[in-house]
């Protein structure tokens, strides 16, 4: 069998799966490929459930990789509300519910995460929600639209995101954070501070220090969401939104080595030669951040699904690619490069003036240094700099700060 033959089996009909699958067939792979999902959809991106779509900017079939005909007239065999069970890769098999047997020659497993979930009382209640899949931002933007009193936990990317969609909407909207300010552990206290402001500034209430002990019903809906604290909170809809947590159980069955996530090496194979991982799921060794990460954004499931086939196909492949996301709440856009974990730098500073002002809309970048060295960048309503920023934390130097946050100065120069 030559690497352009055999049968090619991607358990994750994700972003990362198809774009996997998609790469295969571009780089010339003429054997049998199977996409195996748990949904039902074909394979979509993600970011429109939390921004465009849910805030009723841009259609559903926005959301969607390709036309649902793409697939098989490209020869990819979509197995779309199937679960694969087990994984057995000493007889390179993968168990489909429980029963239908798959063999494969090569497997990528881009299972990406499940949401975190909240066991309280009153969890199963109606109208309190989670966010992951397009059928549930389908029923949460349907919800929206009539406003009410909306209760957020988590202040995250979801819950933030959420949270300025429902504002849209009308809703009354309160923040439920464990945390002293939202996004603290990303972003720090400097920029955490910023986000927190401009929530409040559109009329987004924030309780902090404080979690959900019970969610109490009239019948089965959703009435108050009662806090840790005591607090009572009426509530027609509750968003759990408290992170992810990537979906290795398939991995385990097969005894992959997993250590928050399916480990993998820089050309993301696994710890079985036949088996790679990408997306989500997948822990890479990330020469930006000097050790192996684990990269829940949209920018890793889109270009590592394709480093993955190449992979997949013999290709000599290692991943470098730039921790890189972005996000859209009220009239603030932004994208935010690179990694720095709480107390890796030194001080944040910032190129334009970050504060808000009625009737003015943000235009700003903030840097995360340490030793002088840049090793993360966002920029606020600023456009087409995110590969410049990116080069500053590559070039891994110290650079000068007075000159790093001047607006006259080019960011390219710096690297001089």
């Known amino acids: 069998m030559t690497s352009n033959e055999g049968t090619f089996v991607i358990v994750g009909a994700s972003l990362a799966g198809g774009k996997a699958a998609e ?3 571009e780089e010339g792979f003429t054997g049998r490929i199977v996409l195996i999902g748990e949904e039902t959809e074909p394979p979509y991106e993600r970011p429109p459930l939390s921004k465009g779509y849910l805030v009723g900017n841009d259609p559903r079939e926005q959301a969607f990789l390709h036309e649902e005909s793409w697939w098989g007239e490209h020869g990819i065999e979509l197995m779309l509300g199937r679960r694969a069970t087990e994984l057995d890769p000493a007889n390179h098999t993968v168990t489909l519910d429980g029963v239908d047997e798959l063999r ?9 995460s499940r949401v975190r979930t909240l066991s309280v009382p009153g969890a199963d209640l109606q109208n309190v929600r989670y966010l992951r899949t397009l059928d549930e931002s389908d029923m949460l933007r349907a919800r929206l639209r009539n406003g009410g009193r909306v209760v957020v936990i988590g202040a995250g990317w979801i819950g933030l ?21 939202p996004l603290r552990k990303v972003l720090g206290d400097e920029v955490a501070t910023l986000y927190r402001d401009l929530h409040v500034a559109h009329g987004v209430e924030f309780k902090f220090g404080t979690g959900v002990q019970e969610f109490r019903g009239d019948g089965d809906t959703l009435s108050t969401v009662v806090l840790s604290d005591g607090t009572e909170l009426p509530a027609d809809l509750a968003l759990v939104a408290i992170g992810i947590t990537p979906a290795t159980e398939l991995a385990v069955v097969a005894g992959l080595t997993v250590d928050n996530g399916i480990v993998t090496d820089p050309a993301l194979r696994t710890s079985d030669p036949d088996i790679y991982a990408c997306g989500d799921v997948a822990q890479v060794p990330n020469p930006v951040a000097g050790r192996p990460l684990r990269v829940e954004h949209w920018a890793n499931a889109h270009d590592s699904g394709p480093l993955a086939a190449k992979s997949m196909l013999g290709q000599p492949v290692t991943y470098d690619l730039m921790p890189f996301f972005f996000t859209d709440q009220y009239d603030l856009g ?14 944040v500073v910032f190129r334009g003036d970050p ?21 993360a960048g966002m920029n606020v309503n600023i456009w087409d700099v995110a590969d410049q920023i990116q080069q500053l934390i590559r070039a891994g130097k110290p650079v000068d700060t007075g000159r790093l946050t001047d607006p006259s100065v080019p960011l390219p120069s710096l690297l001089e």
């Open 23 to 25: 790469t295969l067939r």
């Open 104 to 112: 494969y020659d090569k497997l990528l497993l881009a299972t990406g």
């Open 161 to 181: 995101e959420v949270a300025a969609a429902a504002r849209g909407y009308g809703a009354e909207v309160t923040v439920v954070e464990m945390d002293q300010l």
């Open 334 to 347: 932004m994208e935010f490069s690179g990694w720095v974990a709480p107390g890796e730098y030194d001080q």
């Open 355 to 375: 504060s808000l002002v009625a009737g003015k809309v943000p235009e700003y970048m903030a840097f995360w240094l340490q030793d002088g060295r840049v090793r």
